[in-house]
């Protein structure tokens, strides 16, 4: 199917989603946070869908992609428009003349229906166009402790951390070196979007939050960063949007995502499933086999598998690539390491982890 045909076809089934999602919103209860859960994910669904429409930008006319993001922006302005019908109206109180002030009764009666404030929301200037405060932009951050910092101040060698970013919206690690963290299913609260960066010599494992079970646990990332990572074994997990890597030297990856873009990678082992043509620019050195079953959900297993149809954006003659190859079947990792040895154990660091995976061991 021609790019642009599927692009069409999966974005007017992402957009009938989200619609469909939009209009049940008056009907979900508001007990327990479950409407602004709900609200939540439809917001997410329009942020991955805006960062597609971004990415296919490469092979759609500029004139079908300004379309495509008017669509997205009409999902937008809806739901907001759906939100303040929705929420809910403060009573009608009699107050006392006492409980008066000189100020407008205009103004102060509107201060009923005014949400709380968030100190750490910028308050708007008069005269300032209400088209750029965006909801996306403007949800505010759940408190919580700072995780990347945390794991900072603890330095290496302490063994597997499992940080539980209950109190997270999303997943970002960045500047360490010779640490192991594999995060657990409760880290699902903050896949809305993930980040990792600045990363030397580490072990992250993505996979437990990020794998939607039958059972409905777990959520997969929105969208997922990587950039300037060496030496390191990183699974990913599952995205359900577009995964980007910029940066990635003689590592090893294991990914599950509808779309990725690869830039200036070098010596990287990825184990991929992927919906999309995997895209790769400016990069040498890179082996690509199917990801291991062990990391797969029933939809996963059942669906197509794309990993090894790479296009490369730098290479435009009619023979195969000299910038990528398919990892051969004889070195590929077998399940038992992928069982066993990555999850780690008493006396066993992350230097003897990443030996036995060979990772770094790859001559340029």
């Keep these: 199917m021609d790019p642009k045909e599927r692009f069409y076809r999966q974005f007017q089934a992402s957009c009938s989603t989200l619609q469909e999602l939009i209009n049940q919103i008056h ?13 939540e994910h439809i917001l997410a669904g329009i ?25 997205v922006k009409a999902l937008n302005d809806q739901l907001k428009e ?15 003349r006492a409980a008066k002030t000189a100020a407008d009764p205009k103004k102060e009666d509107s201060r009923h ?33 700072n995780y990347n910092e945390e794991i900072a101040r603890a330095g290496p060698g302490l063994g597997v951390r499992k940080p539980s970013f209950s109190a997270a919206r999303d997943i970002t690690l960045s500047n360490h070196r010779r640490l192991h963290i594999i995060l657990p299913a409760s880290a ?34 929105a969208n ?5 990572i060496t030496g390191s074994l990183i699974i990913a997990g599952h995205v359900d949007g577009s995964v980007h890597l910029t940066g990635v030297r003689n590592s090893v990856l294991v990914l599950v995502a509808r779309q990725i873009r690869i830039h200036e990678c070098e010596n990287v082992d990825l ?16 082996r690509f086999a199917p990801a291991p079953e062990c990391y797969l959900t029933e939809r996963e297993e059942k669906g197509t598998n794309q990993w090894d149809q790479v296009d490369d954006f730098k290479w435009l003659k009619a023979d195969h690539s000299p910038n990528w190859s398919v990892l051969p079947e ?14 780690g154990g008493p006396g066993v660091g992350v230097n003897d982890i990443l030996k036995k995976l060979g990772v770094g061991s790859r001559k340029t």
């Design 188 to 221: 699902s609260r903050a896949t809305s979007s993930g980040a990792l960066t600045n990363l030397e010599g580490c072990i992250i494992d993505m996979s437990a939050p990020t794998a939607k079970t039958a059972a409905g646990e777990g959520a997969p990332f």
């Design 271 to 286: 184990y991929l499933h992927s919906l999309s043509h995997p895209i790769i620019e400016d990069c040498t050195g890179m």
């Design 82 to 96: 759906v939100m303040a019908k929705s929420a809910p109206k403060s009573r009608f109180q009699f107050k006392p």
């Design 113 to 145: 229906f005014m949400p709380p404030v968030d100190p750490n929301i910028p308050v708007a200037s008069e005269g300032s166009s209400p088209e750029t405060h965006d909801a996306v932009g403007t949800l505010p951050t759940l408190p919580g402790k």
């Design 27 to 39: 009907t979900v209860s508001p007990v327990a946070g479950e409407r602004q859960d709900a609200i």
């Design 330 to 343: 004889d070195e590929r990792l077998p399940v038992e390491i992928w069982k066993k040895a990555v999850p």
């Design 224 to 228: 997922l960063t990587l950039q300037n």
């Design 47 to 71: 942020s991955r869908l805006s960062q597609e429409v971004a990415d296919a930008g490469d092979y759609i006319p500029a004139y079908d992609q300004r379309t495509y993001s008017q669509t």
